[in-house]
Each structure stands twice: as C-alpha cells, then as structure tokens.
C-alpha cells in the first residue's frame, strides 16, 4: 500500500503499537508526524523513520493537555500543509479497583488520556479531514467488550471510545471521512511497564487465548495501514479484534 503524498499524525508513536504503525507509514511513503510524551524514545523512532527518507516532524506534547493537543494540528498544517490520516494510538492503562481510595482520580486520568484525548483531536482535525477525505483509525482494546478484574476504569475508557467512534464514523460519513477502531488483545508492547506494572499484576483469571500467543505491534500497524488506505474505503464504524481469540473465552 503506498501512501506517497499523504499527511499522517500517530499518536502515542514513541513505542509500541504507535512506533511501528508511524515507520510503516513512513515505509509506504507518508509524511508522518510522530507524536509523544518522552521525547528520548522519539527520537529512536525518528531515526527508524529516517531510513526511509527525511519526510516526517516530530511533536513532543501531551495529548491531554488542551494546547498540545492543537498545537500537533497546527504544526502539522504548518509544515505538511494538510491531514489525511489520524492515528489515535495514545493510551495508558492503570489498576484501578472500585473499592480503593485512588478509584475516581485513576479513572479520571485514564479517561482524561484514552477518551477526552481522543475526542479532542479528533474536533481539531476534523475540518482538515473532511477536506482530504481522510480517515481515523482509534486504537482501542479487547477490553472495552471483555472485562478484566481491576481494570473497569481501563475497560469504561475502551468501551466509552467505540462508542464515540461510532458515533464521529456517522456524523463524519456525509463528508468522506472514515472512522474505524482496532481492538488488541495483549500486545508485546511497553504499556504495562508504562503503568508501573508487572505482567503478574494483571489478573486474567479466567481468560484463555485460543491461538496460544500474543501479537507484534507490527500485526496492529499491518491493520491500521489497511484501514487508512484506499482499499478500506467502504469501511467505516467497525471495530476490528486482533487478539488471537480472546474475546472467544
């Protein structure tokens, strides 16, 4: 799939999911703007995106954080003059049970990043959307249909995005642009040492994976391409699942 001439922003892009979707993109041609908080691990990815020619900007910003947040659309227009693609890959995950004194400023954090985030930039780009005709792929998680015991905060922010991206995929539709989702399953990604977890934290209690192994983020960014392209152009308000059967158990 060649994206030559297209604009991409990716969120989230200094790792993971995010890291690999920004070089697959930069592999097939695009400007990508990489966006993130840590700005040592962008760089590793700039340099990645490098071997494949000097057409990408990185963006150090809190998507969050409300001037950041326009200040990746206005750089973006700034120096790649247009938006066709929009990555919302950022997200963190915490543990958050109900009956703990930290609940509600767990949930609000989570929230605050892996949902108002993504509303957020999805607003700022959208009138630069509609005149590409471009497209959003939200990453989203398994865990916005399948709950996992201490997470609910986690699963509620998951859950909250489909939703929303269901409802910008139909007010979005009648100027062109696509709006689609992707739920992982586990992912050898960085996002639970990011939390300040250890794998054993995490209790999947109950919870097998038919296929009996966990995705690359190269498998994610595989999806996310196919869903930005041209030969998704009939899709929209879908939720893809890639996690090797988990939502089966």
């Not at 209690?205 to 983020?217: H, N, Y």
Request: glycine share 8%; charged share 20%; with cysteine.
């Amino acid at each position: 799939m060649s994206f030559s001439g297209k604009v991409a922003i990716v969120t989230g892009a200094s790792s993971g999911i995010g890291a690999a979707t920004a070089v697959k993109l930069a592999e097939a041609g695009a400007n990508v703007v990489l966006v993130a908080r840590n700005a040592e691990k962008l760089k590793n990815v700039s340099e990645k995106c490098n071997s494949f020619g000097d057409k990408h900007h990185v963006v150090k910003a809190d998507v969050s954080v409300d001037a950041d947040a326009r200040r990746i659309i206005d750089e973006t227009i700034k120096k790649f003059f247009k938006i066709d693609v929009l990555v919302n890959n950022a997200g963190i995950m915490r543990l958050a049970p109900v009956k703990g004194d930290e609940a509600l400023a767990v949930y609000d954090e989570i929230m605050k990043i892996n949902l108002r985030a993504v509303i957020n930039l999805t607003r700022l780009a959208s009138a630069h959307l509609i005149a590409s005709r471009g497209s959003i792929v939200n990453i989203s998680s398994v865990a916005g249909t399948k709950v996992i015991n201490g997470m609910s905060a986690y699963c509620a922010s998951k859950a909250a995005l489909n939703h929303f991206s269901r409802g910008a995929a139909l007010e979005l539709a009648e100027h062109g642009v696509r709006v689609n989702v992707i739920s992982p399953g586990p992912v050898a990604t960085d996002i639970i040492e990011n939390a300040g977890l250890k794998t054993e934290d995490i209790n999947l209690e109950g919870v097998s994976i038919p296929l009996s192994r966990i995705s690359s983020p190269e498998e994610v960014a595989d999806l996310v391409m196919f869903l930005a392209s041209d030969k998704a152009v009939g899709i929209t308000g879908s939720n893809y699942v890639l996690d090797n059967g988990m939502a089966l158990s």
